[in-house]
């Protein structure tokens, strides 16, 4: 079993649309929640950033990290065709200190004019 | 604020060869690590670095070795390479620090034929 499972879908929405992505992990050690966005031949682009449980708001963004289920979400709230992207969830036990990160595999997310 | 710079961008070496890939930091930044991203694994950790000590390491093989300058830029090699090891190489720069994020250059592409 991976230490993160995360929906590869793909997932396709109307514009204008409220997203869900949701990721599920094992490791109670996982203190620190992150999700990048990554474009086709480009790099992960971070999008959130949030330690522990509880909610963060980023414009049209919010990250919720529930530890006691060990899921956590990135809700996208009027969806643009410019968010079709792959999300990808990450988590650390460290932060920033080492930097190991440990990735989902990625939710393929098309928002259709 | 320049961002994370790798070059070369895109590579194709044949089996067996060596490479070597460069990697950036946005400046300030200590904290460099490395990852490994393929349609089948997705992104994997390969090692970090920090004030040119390797703090952390997956699990690859030792064909897979990196060094950090004095200046924090940083280069991974791979030697005797692998049908298998064509991937997407990306590297990460942070501060390092507990708390911190990482933010990721735009990866080489690496092609062993």
């Known amino acids: 079993q991976k230490e993160v499972e995360q929906d590869p879908g793909p997932l396709s929405v109307p514009e204008g649309a409220i997203v869900s992505l949701n990721c599920t992990y094992s490791?109670?050690?996982?203190?620190?929640f992150m999700w990048y966005r990554q474009y086709s031949r480009k790099g992960p682009e971070l999008l959130m950033y949030?330690?522990?449980?509880g909610n963060k708001e980023d414009g049209r963004f919010t990250a919720q990290v529930d530890k006691s289920s060990k899921y956590i979400s990135l809700f996208i709230r009027d969806s643009q065709p410019s968010d079709s992207a792959t999300y990808l969830c990450?988590?650390?036990?460290?932060?920033?200190?080492?930097?190991?990160?440990?990735f989902g595999t990625g939710t393929l997310l098309a928002v259709q004019p | 604020k320049a961002g994370v710079t790798q070059t070369p961008r895109y590579l194709i070496k044949t089996r067996g060869q060596q490479v070597t890939l460069s990697c950036s930091p946005i400046?300030?930044?200590?904290?460099v690590s490395w990852y490994q991203q393929t349609p089948g694994q997705g992104l994997q950790f390969l090692f970090e670095?920090?004030?040119?000590?390797?703090?952390n390491k997956g699990n690859f093989p030792g064909r897979f070795s990196g060094r950090q300058f004095s200046n924090s830029r940083s280069e991974m090699n791979v030697s005797t390479l692998e049908l298998g090891d064509s991937a997407l190489y990306l590297c990460?720069?942070?501060?390092?620090?507990?708390?911190?994020?990482?933010?990721f250059g735009q990866g080489t592409r690496l092609t062993v034929v």
């Open positions: 990460a720069s942070g501060l390092g620090l507990r708390g911190t994020e990482a933010f």
């Open positions: 490791n109670s050690a996982f203190q620190y």
């Open positions: 949030t330690y522990s449980s």
């Open positions: 990450a988590m650390s036990a460290s932060g920033g200190a080492t930097n190991k990160l440990i």
């Open positions: 400046s300030g930044h200590r904290s």
């Open positions: 670095y920090f004030s040119e000590t390797q703090r």
